[in-house]
């Protein structure tokens, strides 16, 4: 895990964010004094109709589009307060968070394997270490054997593990998911959506997924429904009682 | 892991075709040197090969390649009279076109003084200098005549002894070379009737004059050759060469002749500069003007495939900063590949070139020093061309990945 703070320390605390779009008789509130706190190996889902401010939290979470108002912590160090920049956000997200999107973003130049080992390489690891542990974290997440492959030759299936491979590949403290199951079938789906989990449990990475597929809920610890830009619940509801029984079974 | 090199890869075939049109454009800033370069080599050959140390010419011209210049031809026995100068000659030079074997053959003819000039100072690349007073040639090779072979100039045939290899004249015409009286009975060659016409008007004038009148004989004598006319010079040379004794002041010997006031002194360097900046300098300029407009066309294609080639990869970069990359991995990427767009081009350029100019119809000079000047010139083009994308890379939001 790459986290400087203490390991008893939240993965995410996000208090009172609010992004406000325009301003005026224009004034759209995207995001209205949301909180949220994600522990280390927590799986949460984030529920919402469209237009309900998912995706502008995970962005604001993600540090690429900083909120207006209220503060983000990571691992116990403050990042964000309001709009201000507490760090540099490029070094930070290189470091404690990984993506992984509806689509999996693969850049279309570099075999699977090439696209984990960038995220390392940019993260300063050096070229043959980079390869070794790419290799590694796709044996992890079974797609080794399309290592050589360019992301057109893979299927979507393989496309999403190879995508979040590449989000786990510094070992963030926090992964960010956005509909990441939408262009797969149910089978396929519930498959990375497990992944999320096997990674937050074995790995202890907080992981947010917004997701629509509510056949797969129970794999989350929690889940949390945003709806006009506010957090309408946090219910424990009883998939996490089953993780939880789970866990001590 | 160099991305720039991954996406080449990955994009080939684009990228060659790319590097061709490039290639092709900047095999035409080098050739526009190169014609320039050839242009003053041509120009200043024949000054350089025939070796003299001044050039007497017609008064206040500026010597035969440059205008119309015309001196009496025992010009160069009043100048092998000036203490300091070794020896003299006459020279001539012109040029003239005519039909050989149904084909148009420009010639730029140089009289040669036989026996003290037979060419042996020539580039032969075939065959020997004139052996002979009359009736030989020696022939550039870019004019495609054979060894051996007869060409009819005036009223007579001339064989071709000698072949020269990269002879030729300012204008870029193959330069043929004769015994002085054979270039000038070619100069002066006229059509029988013409000669006929000309001995007619001579005696009507002489008719009509007392003299002619009183001395019957007179008609007579201006009714036949011109050459055995006493009251008509020899025909006229374009210059006359002058060679300086060893330790003899250049200076003094210029004086003297330009103190004769029917001639123009100019030594071999002032005859040279004359055709550098009098006769190629338009030309200069022109090739200067047009290879500045494609320099500029060339950085300007650069920079808009390089846009382009950014603009492609827009997501891709948004995803590398959504990543955490640092600027520097993402202007690598951009200037890597233009820079390596730049070089593919100027090798290709540079390969070309050599396949192509010696095809040319005139003569194309590159130097070492051109291929470096033109590196310099295209890792500039390169990385001015990689701005734009640059810039646009800088303003892409990691945001874009989610769009």
């Not at chain 2, 350089?48 to 001196?71: H, K």
């Not at chain 2, 045939?157 to 004249?169: A, D, E, N």
């Amino acid at each position: 895990m790459n986290t400087a703070a203490n390991p008893s320390t939240p993965a995410l605390e996000a208090i009172g964010l609010t992004k406000i779009y325009g301003s005026g008789n224009t004034e759209v509130v995207a995001m209205n004094d949301v909180s949220l706190r994600v522990e280390r190996g927590e799986v949460i889902a984030l529920l919402g109709p469209s237009g309900a401010g998912k995706t502008t939290l995970l962005t604001a979470l993600g540090l690429i589009n900083p909120p207006t108002a209220g503060r983000i912590t990571m691992g116990g160090e403050p990042v964000m307060d309001g709009s201000r920049a507490l760090v540099n956000l490029a070094a930070f997200r290189r470091k404690h968070i990984g993506f992984v999107f509806q689509k999996a973003n693969l850049i279309p130049f570099l075999n699977a394997g090439q696209n984990v080992q960038v995220a390392l390489e940019i993260n300063d690891v050096r070229p043959r270490q980079a390869r070794q542990r790419a290799l590694e974290l796709m044996e992890y997440l079974g797609v080794a054997d399309r290592a050589s492959h360019l992301p057109d030759a893979l299927s979507g299936g393989q496309q999403q593990r190879v995508a979040v491979a590449r989000a786990l590949a510094n070992e963030p403290s926090l992964i960010l998911a956005d509909e990441p199951t939408a262009a797969l079938d149910g089978h396929r789906g519930r498959q990375v959506m497990e992944l999320f989990r096997k990674v937050a449990h074995e790995r202890g990475a907080g992981v947010i997924v917004v997701t629509h597929d509510h056949r797969a809920l129970d794999v989350f610890d929690r889940v949390v429904e945003m709806e006009d830009g506010r957090l309408k619940s946090t219910p424990t509801n009883g998939l996490n009682t089953k993780t939880q029984e789970r866990k001590t079974t | 892991m160099n991305l720039a090199a991954q996406d080449i890869r990955h994009n080939l075939a684009r990228f060659g075709l790319t590097a061709c049109g490039i290639g092709l454009l900047l095999m035409i800033v080098l050739g526009m040197g190169g014609i320039y370069r050839g242009l003053v080599y041509e120009a200043t050959l024949l000054v350089d090969r025939v070796n003299a140390d001044l050039w007497v010419v017609q008064r206040n011209t500026r010597g035969p390649f440059a205008e119309v210049s015309s001196v009496p031809a025992n010009v160069e026995n009043r100048v092998l009279a000036v203490p300091g100068v070794a020896s003299s000659r006459r020279f001539v030079y012109w040029t003239l076109q005519r039909e050989v074997a149904g084909r148009p053959l420009r010639l730029a003819i140089q009289g040669l003084v036989w026996p003290y000039d037979n060419g042996a100072w020539l580039p032969l690349a075939a065959g020997h200098p004139l052996g002979q007073a009359h009736y030989e040639m020696v022939a550039d090779r870019s004019l495609g005549l054979q060894l051996g072979e007869r060409v009819k100039l005036g009223k007579d045939f001339y064989t071709v002894v000698g072949v020269t290899h990269g002879m030729t004249s300012a204008s870029g015409d193959g330069m043929a070379f004769f015994s002085l009286p054979d270039a000038q009975a070619i100069q002066f060659d006229e059509p029988g009737e013409a000669i006929r016409l000309q001995r007619n008007t001579r005696v009507a004038q002489m008719q009509a004059q007392d003299i002619g009148q009183q001395q019957p004989a007179l008609l007579t004598r201006v009714s036949g050759l011109t050459a055995n006319l006493p009251a008509l010079l020899p025909p006229t040379v374009s210059a006359v060469l002058v060679k300086l004794s060893p330790g003899a002041d250049a200076q003094a010997v210029i004086n003297t002749i330009q103190g004769w006031p029917d001639l123009t002194v100019y030594t071999s360097d002032q005859q040279r500069d004359l055709l550098v900046h009098g006769f190629v300098d338009r030309s200069r300029r022109q090739l200067g003007l047009f290879r500045a407009i494609l320099v500029v066309v060339s950085t300007i294609i650069m920079t808009l495939i390089l846009y382009t080639l950014t603009l492609d990869k827009t997501h891709d970069i948004a995803m590398l900063k959504l990543m955490g990359a640092r600027n520097r991995v993402i202007v690598g990427l951009i200037l890597q590949q233009a820079l390596l767009l730049g070089a593919i081009g100027y090798g290709l350029a540079a390969l070309l070139g050599h396949w192509l100019f010696p095809l040319f119809p005139r003569r194309v000079v590159i130097t070492t020093p051109d291929f470096w000047l033109l590196a310099v010139v295209v890792a500039g083009i390169a990385v001015f061309a990689s701005l734009l994308g640059i810039w646009k890379a800088m303003r892409i939001s990691p945001n874009t990945v989610l769009s």
